[in-house]
């Protein structure tokens, strides 16, 4: 998945999901070539971390 999409599905700014990885609070990500990318398992697995902090 991309920045955009990512940010997208947590209806949020691409520059907030950029900030995470930046402070490496977000998903877990990866560099291909040039582009930062996330696998949606890991985005998924994040979301669930969140979700069950928040309980």
């Known amino acids: 998945m991309t920045t955009d999409e990512v940010a997208s ?3 949020t700014k691409p520059s907030t999901v950029r900030y995470w990885r930046h ?7 990866f560099k291909a070539g040039r ?3 996330y ?4 985005v998924d697995a994040w979301i669930k971390a969140k979700l ?3 309980s």
């Open 23 to 29: 402070v490496g609070e977000g998903p877990r990500s």
């Open 9 to 11: 599905l947590l209806r």
């Open 39 to 42: 696998a949606r398992g890991d």
């Open 35 to 37: 582009r930062v990318l």
């Open 52 to 54: 069950e902090q928040a």
